[in-house]
T-cell receptor, first 116, second 114 residues
Framework: NAGVTQTPKFQVLKTGQSMTLQCAQDMNHEYMSWYRQDPGMGLRLIHYSVGAGITDQGEVPNGYNVSRSTTEDFPLRLLSAAPSQTSVYFC???????????????FGNGTRLTVT | KNQVEQSPQSLIILEGKNCTLQCNYTVSPFSNLRWYKQDTGRGPVSLTIMTFSENTKSNGRYTATLDADTKQSSLHITASQLSDSASYICVVSAGMDSNYQLIWGAGTKLIIKP
């Protein structure tokens, strides 16, 4: 039972480069989301999806794109990397987006991204 | 502004000792409060969830309390083990049904020393 799988684990980019962070889940969860985690701060929501074909912006969406063509996959694209995007990125999924967040989030183990 | 504040930022205790982590929130409308454990280099894992009507909930050696009047929650760890070394994150859900927002605390880093 893999849960939520994120690749790569580590990545170094130069300013201006683009890349895609991969996220896949095998729990048939409808809801998927991307967070970034920075030192001394709470997790911040970048983008989320309530089902295949549906995406929406979170708290800090600028500089990132997402798509959801299947229930399982939810890739995050960095269009033109900037040093401010240096962070640890987590993908999370949950059974449902309903009920005020009662469904727990299941997280991947993160991608540590450094932009120089 | 919805906020979640956790204290202390970090804590070091000896193996076998108890400890209590605090979470204060200013969130409206309150839906539920969840504690997550995050091991170094891993994603957060849910420990327990508390809704408005619940005062105490236990999960093994972890006991969470909620005081909705004072808007405070605590996570008590009994007889700590080395594997309890981790960050503990409090997150409060504001809103209802599909229209809600998760407000994340910055976490408390707990180190258990042998």
């Amino acid at each position: 039972n893999a849960g939520v799988t994120q690749t790569p684990k580590f990545q170094v980019l130069k300013t201006g480069q683009s890349m895609t962070l991969q996220c896949a889940q095998d729990m048939n969860h409808e809801y998927m989301s991307w967070y970034r985690q920075d030192p001394g701060m709470g997790l911040r929501l970048i983008h989320y999806s309530v089902g295949a074909g549906i995406t929406d912006q979170g708290e800090v969406p600028n500089g990132y794109n997402v798509s959801r063509s299947t229930t399982e996959d939810f890739p995050l694209r960095l269009l033109s990397a900037a040093p401010s995007q240096t962070s640890v990125y987590f993908c999370a999924s949950s059974y449902s987006n309903l009920a005020g967040g009662l469904s727990p989030l299941h997280f991947g183990n993160g991608t540590r991204l450094t932009v120089t | 502004k919805n906020q979640v504040e956790q204290s202390p930022q970090s804590l070091i205790i000896l193996e076998g000792k108890n400890c209590t982590l605090q979470c204060n929130y200013t969130v409206s409308p309150f839906s539920n409060l969840r504690w997550y454990k995050q091991d170094t280099g891993r994603g957060p894992v849910s420990l327990t969830i508390m809704t408005f009507s619940e005062n105490t909930k236990s999960n093994g050696r972890y006991t969470a309390t909620l005081d909705a009047d004072t808007k405070q929650s605590s996570l008590h760890i009994t007889a700590s083990q080395l594997s309890d070394s981790a960050s503990y994150i409090c997150v409060v859900s504001a809103g209802m049904d599909s229209n809600y927002q998760l407000i994340w605390g910055a976490g408390t880093k707990l180190i258990i020393k042998p």
